[in-house]
C-alpha cells in the first residue's frame, strides 16, 4: 500500500515522460534520475511496470495527431465523389473505376499498408530480444553507469552524424521510397536502444535514419510510428506478467501519470517536428552529453 501522494508524484512522472519520450534525449535517463529524487511509494514491481506502461499514454498522442497517416483503410461516402478525393494509393488500386467506393465500400490504401509491413519488419529484431531476455538485459544493463554511458556516446554520435552530413541532401523524403532494407536496418538500431538504456529508443532510429539519407522530418516520423506497435506490445507485456496486486490507488497513479504523458506528448510531437524542420539535432547530442555527465557525478557521490 503506498501513498495517495504518489498519484501528484505521477504528474510529475507524465510530464517527464511525455517530453523525453519523443526528444531523442532518453527518457530512461531521466527516469532514472527522477526515480532517485521523486521515487513513488509503491512497490518495486509496480514501478517496473508502471514506467513502461506510462509510455501508452504518449503512444497515444502519435495515434491522435497521425490517425489519417496511420489508419490504413478509406471509406469514400460521398455519392458523388471523384477520383480526386482519394489518395494515390487507393486510385491506383482500383484505376479508373471508383464506383465501389462511391457506394461507400471501405478499401485498403496499399500505401499505408505497405508502411505498416515496413514498420513491422523493423520491430522484429526488437521483439524477439525483448520477448527472450527482458528480466535479463533489466538486471544487467539497468543502472546509472550504463545509462550514463549511453547519454554520453549517443551524444557524440548525434554531433558527428550531423556534422558529417551537414548541408547534404537527403535521398528519402517520402514514407514510401524508404525501402525493406532500411526499415530493417532501422529496426537492428532500435535494438540496440532496447538492450541498453539510455540509448533511447527515438535516438537511436533518427539516426539510423539520418545516416540512410532520410530527411529529418521522415527519420522523427518513422520513429513515431514505430513507437505505435513496439509500446503496445511492451506494455502488454508488463501488464500480462505483472504479478503484483491492483488497487484503486495504483490505478489512479498508473492512469494519472499515462493522462499527463499524453497531454504532454501532444504538444512536444508538435514543437519537436517544428524544430526540426528548422534545426538539426546537433542541441540534442550536447543535451545528452551533458545529461549523462550529471548522472555520472550524481552517483559517484551520493
Same mark, same amino acid.
Not at 512522472?13 to 526515480?35: F, K, M, N, Q, R
Not at 528480466?135 to 557524440?156: C, H, K, Q, S, T
Not at 517536428?273 to 552529453?289: E, L, N, Q, V, W
Given at each position: 500500500?503506498?501513498? *495517495?501522494?504518489?498519484?501528484?508524484?505521477?504528474?510529475?512522472?507524465?510530464?517527464?515522460?511525455?517530453?523525453?519520450? @519523443?526528444?531523442?534525449?532518453?527518457?530512461?535517463?531521466?527516469?532514472?534520475?527522477?526515480?532517485? @529524487?521523486?521515487?513513488?511509494?509503491?512497490?518495486?514491481?509496480?514501478?517496473?511496470?508502471?514506467?513502461?506502461?506510462?509510455?501508452?499514454?504518449?503512444?497515444? !498522442?502519435?495515434?491522435?495527431?497521425?490517425?489519417?497517416?496511420?489508419?490504413?483503410?478509406?471509406?469514400?461516402?460521398?455519392?458523388?465523389?471523384?477520383?480526386?478525393?482519394?489518395?494515390?494509393?487507393?486510385?491506383?488500386?482500383?484505376?479508373?473505376?471508383?464506383?465501389?467506393?462511391?457506394?461507400?465500400?471501405?478499401?485498403?490504401?496499399?500505401?499505408?499498408?505497405?508502411? *505498416?509491413?515496413?514498420?513491422?519488419?523493423?520491430?522484429?529484431?526488437?521483439?524477439?530480444?525483448?520477448?527472450?531476455?527482458?528480466?535479463?538485459?533489466?538486471?544487467?544493463?539497468?543502472?546509472?553507469?550504463?545509462?550514463?554511458?549511453?547519454?554520453?556516446?549517443?551524444?557524440?554520435?548525434?554531433?558527428?552524424?550531423?556534422?558529417?552530413?551537414?548541408? !547534404?541532401?537527403?535521398?528519402?523524403?517520402?514514407?514510401?521510397?524508404?525501402? @525493406?532494407?532500411?526499415?530493417?536496418?532501422?529496426?537492428?538500431?532500435?535494438?540496440?536502444?532496447?538492450?541498453?538504456?539510455?540509448?533511447?529508443?527515438?535516438? !537511436?532510429?533518427?539516426?539510423?535514419?539520418?545516416?540512410?539519407?532520410?530527411?529529418?522530418?521522415?527519420?522523427?516520423?518513422?520513429?513515431?510510428?514505430?513507437?505505435?506497435?513496439?509500446?503496445?506490445?511492451?506494455?502488454?507485456?508488463?501488464?500480462?506478467?505483472?504479478?503484483?496486486?491492483?488497487?484503486?490507488?495504483?490505478?489512479?497513479?498508473?492512469?494519472?501519470?499515462?493522462?499527463?504523458?499524453?497531454?504532454?506528448?501532444?504538444?512536444?510531437?508538435?514543437?519537436?517536428?517544428?524544430?526540426?524542420?528548422?534545426?538539426?539535432?546537433?542541441?540534442?547530442?550536447?543535451?545528452?552529453?551533458?545529461?549523462?555527465?550529471?548522472?555520472?557525478?550524481?552517483?559517484?557521490?551520493?
Amino acid at each position: 500500500m503506498g501513498s *495517495w501522494w504518489d498519484v501528484f508524484r505521477s504528474i510529475i512522472y507524465g510530464l517527464v515522460e511525455g517530453i523525453t519520450e @519523443w526528444l531523442p534525449i532518453s527518457s530512461t535517463g531521466h527516469l532514472i534520475l527522477l526515480e532517485e @529524487w521523486l521515487p513513488l511509494d509503491q512497490s518495486a514491481e509496480f514501478f517496473s511496470m508502471y514506467l513502461v506502461v506510462i509510455q501508452l499514454g504518449a503512444i497515444m !498522442a502519435v495515434v491522435v495527431t497521425y490517425w489519417h497517416s496511420l489508419w490504413p483503410f478509406v471509406r469514400q461516402t460521398t455519392a458523388t465523389g471523384s477520383e480526386g478525393d482519394l489518395t494515390q494509393g487507393a486510385r491506383d488500386s482500383f484505376g479508373q473505376d471508383s464506383t465501389a467506393l462511391r457506394r461507400g465500400r471501405i478499401i485498403l490504401d496499399p500505401d499505408i499498408f505497405t508502411m *505498416w509491413l515496413k514498420i513491422l519488419v523493423a520491430c522484429v529484431p526488437a521483439a524477439i530480444i525483448g520477448l527472450i531476455f527482458d528480466d535479463e538485459i533489466d538486471r544487467l544493463f539497468y543502472n546509472p553507469w550504463v545509462v550514463a554511458g549511453a547519454l554520453i556516446v549517443v551524444g557524440v554520435i548525434f554531433i558527428f552524424v550531423e556534422k558529417v552530413l551537414a548541408g !547534404a541532401e537527403s535521398k528519402i523524403v517520402r514514407m514510401k521510397d524508404l525501402s @525493406w532494407g532500411a526499415a530493417f536496418v532501422i529496426g537492428l538500431f532500435q535494438l540496440v536502444a532496447a538492450i541498453f538504456p539510455g540509448v533511447s529508443r527515438s535516438g !537511436a532510429t533518427i539516426i539510423s535514419g539520418l545516416i540512410l539519407g532520410l530527411s529529418r522530418v521522415l527519420a522523427a516520423e518513422f520513429t513515431f510510428y514505430l513507437a505505435v506497435p513496439v509500446m503496445f506490445g511492451a506494455s502488454l507485456l508488463k501488464l500480462v506478467t505483472y504479478e503484483g496486486s491492483w488497487n484503486l490507488q495504483g490505478t489512479m497513479v498508473l492512469l494519472t501519470g499515462m493522462a499527463v504523458a499524453f497531454l504532454v506528448s501532444l504538444k512536444v510531437i508538435e514543437f519537436l517536428m517544428s524544430f526540426i524542420r528548422k534545426h538539426d539535432f546537433t542541441a540534442f547530442g550536447y543535451y545528452r552529453i551533458a545529461l549523462g555527465m550529471v548522472v555520472l557525478l550524481y552517483f559517484a557521490f551520493v
